[in-house]
C-alpha cells in the first residue's frame, strides 16, 4: 500500500499543477483567448495559432524555453525545444526570412506607378518616433523605447529584429505579441480613426487609374532600393535586402522556383518557428508586470498617430491635387501588409461601394515596409548597433 501511495504521490509531483502559478493560468487564458480571435473570427489566424500555443505550453511547461547549462558534475544539458527556436529570432535570422517572403508575395508595381506613395508610407512612420519620445518619458532607456515604437509599424519581423539588435530580448516578448497583436487588429482600430479625419465626399474620391509598369521597372526596383537604402543605412541591409532579394525573385522572371519557396514553404515554416518562439516568449513572470502594460499602450499610441498621420497627409494631399487622390490610402501606410491596404478598400467601399481604392492603397502600404525598415535602421545608427 505504501509502495501505491508513494507512486501515486510521485506521479502527482510530477504535473504541471503542483509548479503552475496564479500567473501561469492567467496567461494560459489570455492564450485561449488569442486562440478563439484567431480561429473563431479569423484575426491573422497564421500568426495568431502558433503565437498563443507557444503561450500555452511555455506557461504549462516552462522548461520548453530552458536555456542549455553544464551541472556541477561538468555533464551537459540541452536546452528546451522552443529556445533553440527562440534563438534564432535573436541572431535575426527569422525575421529576415520573413521579410524575404514578403518581398517575393508583393507587387511593387503600384507603388512604382505612383511615387507619391512614399510620402504617404513615411507620413505613417511618424507614430514610431512619437512613441519613442513617450516611452523616454515612462521610463524606458532610450534602447527599450526604440524598440517598443517600432510597434507602431504594426510590422513584427522588425519588431523582433530590432528588439534583438538592440539587446532588449527581456521586453521582446511583449513588443513582439503587442505588435502581432495590433496587425491582427488592424480592421478594427484603424476605420474610426479614418472615418474621424475624413469627410463623406473625401472618402468618395475616385482615382485615376494606375499607368502600366514596365517589367523592367519591376526589376529595376528592388536593385535600387537595395543600394540606396543601404547606402544610406548599412544596417537595414538584411530586412530591406531580403525584401528586395525576394522581390527580385519575383519579378526576373527566371528563378521561378526560388520566389514559389520563398512565399510558400519557406514562408510557413518560418512563421511556425517565429510564432511559437514568440508565443514561448511570454511566460507568466516576464509578462505580467507593468513593463507589458506600458509597452501594449504605447503600442496601440503609435499605430494610432501612425494612421492618423497617413490619413492627414492623404487629406492634405488631396486639396493639393485638387480631389485627385482619397485620403483614406494614407492609412494604409503602415505596414501591415496587405491588410491595413484591404481596410482602406473596406471604408471607401463602405461610403460609394463602385470605388476601388486597394491598388493604390497598396502603394504606401509597401512604402511603409521599406519606411519602417529605415526607422529600424535609424534607430540603430543612433545607437552604435552594426
Not at 197 to 221: A, D, H, N, Y
Not at 247 to 267: D, I, P, Y
Amino acid at each position: 500500500m505504501t509502495y501505491v501511495v508513494n507512486t501515486l504521490s510521485n506521479l502527482w509531483e510530477q504535473t504541471a499543477f503542483m509548479n503552475l502559478t496564479v500567473g501561469n493560468y492567467a496567461m494560459i487564458i489570455v492564450a485561449l483567448f488569442f486562440l478563439y480571435l484567431a480561429i473563431g473570427h479569423d484575426f491573422e489566424p497564421l500568426l495568431l495559432v502558433p503565437i498563443a500555443f507557444g503561450m500555452l505550453l511555455v506557461n504549462i511547461y516552462p522548461d520548453i524555453m530552458a536555456e542549455p547549462y553544464v551541472d556541477a558534475a561538468g555533464v551537459s544539458h540541452a536546452g528546451g525545444l522552443l529556445y533553440y527556436f527562440y534563438t534564432l529570432d535573436e541572431w535575426s535570422i527569422l525575421p529576415s526570412l520573413i521579410f524575404m517572403g514578403v518581398g517575393a508575395m508583393t507587387d511593387f508595381g503600384p507603388l512604382i506607378a505612383n511615387p507619391i506613395s512614399f510620402l504617404l508610407g513615411a507620413a505613417a512612420q511618424i507614430g514610431i518616433y512619437a512613441a519613442y519620445f513617450f516611452a523616454i518619458l515612462l521610463g524606458f532607456n532610450g534602447k527599450a523605447a526604440a524598440a517598443i515604437s517600432i510597434i507602431g509599424g504594426a510590422d513584427g519581423p522588425t519588431s523582433i529584429f530590432l528588439a534583438g539588435k538592440l539587446g532588449q530580448t527581456e521586453l521582446m516578448g511583449s513588443i513582439a505579441v503587442a505588435a502581432y497583436t495590433y496587425m491582427s487588429l488592424v480592421p478594427i482600430i484603424q476605420p474610426p480613426i479614418m472615418k474621424a479625419l475624413t469627410t463623406k465626399e473625401e472618402r468618395s474620391i475616385k482615382m485615376q487609374q494606375l499607368r502600366p509598369v514596365s517589367k523592367l521597372e519591376k526589376i529595376l526596383f528592388p536593385i535600387i532600393i537595395t543600394i540606396v537604402v543601404c547606402l544610406l543605412l548599412p544596417t537595414t541591409a538584411p530586412l530591406v535586402g531580403m525584401l528586395m532579394l525576394g522581390n527580385l525573385f519575383r519579378e526576373c522572371g527566371v528563378v521561378k522556383q526560388l520566389q514559389e519557396t520563398a512565399s510558400n514553404a519557406m514562408m510557413y515554416i518560418v512563421v511556425i518557428l517565429l510564432g511559437t518562439s514568440v508565443g514561448a516568449t511570454t511566460s507568466a513572470e516576464a509578462f505580467l508586470n507593468m513593463d507589458t502594460i506600458k509597452i501594449v499602450v504605447l503600442g496601440l499610441l503609435a499605430f494610432a498617430i501612425g494612421t492618423a498621420a497617413g490619413v492627414l497627409l492623404g487629406k492634405l494631399m488631396c486639396k493639393l491635387t485638387n480631389g485627385r487622390i482619397n485620403p483614406l490610402i494614407g492609412s494604409a501606410g503602415v505596414s501591415a501588409v496587405p491588410m491595413a491596404a484591404r481596410v482602406s478598400q473596406k471604408v471607401g467601399a463602405e461610403t460609394d461601394p463602385t470605388n476601388f481604392l486597394l491598388m493604390h492603397a497598396m502603394g504606401p502600404n509597401v512604402a511603409g515596409v521599406i519606411g519602417t525598415a529605415v526607422a529600424a535602421g535609424t534607430f540603430m545608427a543612433i545607437y552604435g548597433v552594426k
